[in-house]
């Protein structure tokens, strides 16, 4: 469920219009124009689900946890980061505050809750080309490092910090080559390797907005790793595979595809067309922030986007009131320097790999293994008795 009509809204709800309208009004529902009807609205279905799920009054247990997998209430405690008033949080501290004047080592520092942090690349990469493929070049050396580190249990916080350093300079040599200088921190060993060195400061800020994210699928993977004790470069590669699915990290690329077909017919046009084949509009609006995404305010206010991307972002608000997510902004920033089209996915990969550690070594402190249960919805169970009877 994407979009759905009043009617299917009001039957979900069992409300009367003008209480759906009024959470309409309150940011709770969003909407967009019924594209054969601009007299119509459509409503995000998630919304409208999310809000009937609160109305239910008292839930089973089965019907709490399922809500929960999907954007719902909190089910992990954790002390690295959250969604509070619209803004995301690192340990109590604004992102985009931090993303001011941080960077992705002194992020680091904050959420590891460690002294200093040095993502050196190894020697053995000095000279390598930038590779055409940074996520598989990624999955290869995590998966080296995978079949041979040591497991986490029973090591220090700080033997695990440094371990935790390496693996990042790891990952960060295979997906941008060894020909920038590993002693650099990270945003300009970036800007070097991809001969941008305008974009350092850009790099910088979106590496910082990008670091956490509360449980999302790729920590919550990195996490469930980690909980049964694999080595720290196993946890990375879940989180690296999952970042890498078109609803999470890759999201970037559907945007980069529709700025190339609104460069060849038209911003307009482009967005219509999209919205007529039933898919949803990639990089604009977030469930958790119904307010707008503030990583993609922060960093879109830090350069002007092409004029392609500005007509994008038009021709978007004329279909409803979506603002462009923190994966718009990623692909108006490597569209504005120049930068490789991977961009995008090596600089969500690099930033978040410091949040998946961090989740992964508060898990290992917590000394818990992560093991839900399913809700079996299969054909029903045939006992011996039953067989022989038939």
Same mark, same amino acid.
């Given at each position: 469920?994407?979009?759905?009509?009043?009617? $299917?809204?009001?039957?979900?709800?069992?409300?009367?219009?003008?209480? @759906?309208?009024?959470?309409?009004?309150?940011?709770?529902?969003?909407?967009?124009? +019924?594209?054969?009807?601009?007299?119509?609205?459509?409503?995000?279905?998630?919304?409208?689900?999310?809000?009937?799920?609160? +109305?239910?009054?008292?839930?089973?247990?089965?019907?709490?946890?399922?809500? &929960?997998?999907?954007?719902? $209430?909190?089910?992990?405690?954790?002390?690295?980061?959250?969604?509070?008033?619209?803004?995301?949080?690192?340990?109590?501290?604004?992102?985009?505050?931090?993303?001011?004047?941080?960077?992705? $080592?002194?992020?680091? =520092? @904050?959420?590891?809750?460690?002294?200093?942090?040095?993502?050196?690349?190894?020697?053995?990469?000095?000279?390598? !080309?930038?590779?055409?493929? #940074?996520?598989?070049?990624?999955?290869?050396?995590?998966?080296?490092?995978?079949?041979?580190?040591?497991?986490?249990?029973?090591?220090? +916080?700080?033997?695990?910090?440094?371990?935790?350093?390496?693996?990042?300079?790891?990952?960060?040599?295979?997906?941008?080559?060894?020909?920038?200088?590993?002693?650099?921190?990270?945003?300009?060993?970036?800007?070097?390797?991809?001969?941008? #060195?305008?974009?350092?400061?850009?790099?910088?800020?979106?590496?910082?907005?990008?670091?956490?994210?509360?449980?999302?699928?790729?920590?919550?993977?990195?996490?469930?790793?980690?909980?049964?004790?694999?080595?720290?470069?196993?946890?990375?590669?879940?989180?690296?595979?999952?970042?890498?699915?078109?609803?999470?990290?890759?999201?970037?690329?559907?945007?980069?595809?529709?700025?190339? &077909?609104? =460069?060849?017919?038209?911003?307009? =046009?482009?967005?219509?067309?999209?919205?007529?084949?039933?898919?949803?509009?990639? %990089?604009?609006? +977030? !469930?958790?922030?119904?307010?707008?995404?503030?990583?993609?305010?922060?960093?879109?206010?830090?350069?002007?986007?092409?004029?392609?991307? $500005?007509?994008?972002?038009?021709?978007?608000?004329?279909?409803?009131?979506?603002?462009?997510?923190?994966?718009? %902004?990623?692909?108006? @920033?490597?569209?504005?320097?120049?930068?490789?089209?991977?961009?995008?996915?090596?600089?969500?990969? @690099?930033?978040?790999?410091?949040?998946?550690?961090?989740?992964?070594?508060?898990? &290992?402190?917590?000394?818990?293994?992560?093991?839900?249960?399913?809700?079996?919805?299969?054909?029903?169970?045939? &006992?011996?008795?039953?067989?022989?009877?038939?």
């Amino acid at each position: 469920m994407s979009w759905i009509t009043s009617e $299917e809204a009001l039957a979900l709800l069992k409300v009367q219009p003008q209480t @759906l309208y009024a959470n309409v009004s309150r940011g709770r529902i969003r909407t967009r124009p +019924h594209p054969q009807d601009v007299r119509r609205s459509l409503y995000h279905g998630e919304d409208v689900k999310r809000l009937a799920g609160r +109305h239910a009054g008292r839930r089973s247990v089965a019907d709490v946890a399922t809500q &929960t997998i999907s954007f719902g $209430e909190p089910v992990l405690a954790s002390g690295l980061s959250t969604i509070a008033d619209g803004r995301l949080w690192y340990r109590g501290e604004d992102a985009a505050g931090l993303a001011e004047r941080a960077s992705l $080592e002194e992020i680091a =520092r @904050l959420l590891w809750q460690v002294g200093r942090v040095d993502f050196a690349f190894p020697p053995t990469v000095k000279g390598t !080309p930038v590779p055409a493929n #940074p996520f598989e070049a990624a999955l290869l050396a995590l998966a080296r490092r995978a079949s041979h580190d040591f497991p986490t249990g029973g090591r220090s +916080h700080a033997v695990l910090c440094r371990e935790a350093a390496g693996l990042v300079g790891t990952m960060a040599a295979a997906m941008l080559g060894g020909g920038a200088d590993g002693a650099l921190p990270l945003h300009q060993q970036a800007a070097q390797a991809w001969q941008a #060195p305008d974009a350092a400061d850009l790099i910088r800020r979106a590496l910082v907005l990008l670091a956490d994210h509360e449980l999302n699928a790729s920590t919550f993977a990195a996490r469930t790793a980690a909980s049964t004790g694999a080595p720290l470069a196993a946890g990375l590669l879940a989180g690296l595979g999952t970042l890498a699915g078109p609803l999470h990290g890759t999201a970037a690329v559907s945007m980069q595809a529709l700025a190339e &077909t609104a =460069r060849r017919i038209g911003a307009r =046009r482009a967005v219509h067309d999209w919205l007529s084949r039933g898919h949803r509009l990639p %990089a604009f609006g +977030h !469930p958790l922030y119904p307010g707008g995404d503030p990583r993609a305010t922060a960093l879109l206010a830090c350069f002007p986007c092409s004029e392609i991307y $500005e007509e994008i972002r038009e021709a978007v608000a004329e279909h409803g009131d979506e603002p462009p997510n923190v994966d718009f %902004a990623l692909a108006a @920033l490597a569209d504005r320097h120049g930068l490789p089209a991977s961009t995008p996915f090596t600089l969500f990969a @690099l930033a978040r790999s410091v949040g998946w550690i961090a989740h992964m070594l508060e898990q &290992t402190a917590r000394g818990s293994l992560i093991r839900p249960r399913a809700h079996y919805d299969g054909p029903p169970l045939t &006992t011996a008795a039953s067989v022989e009877t038939a």
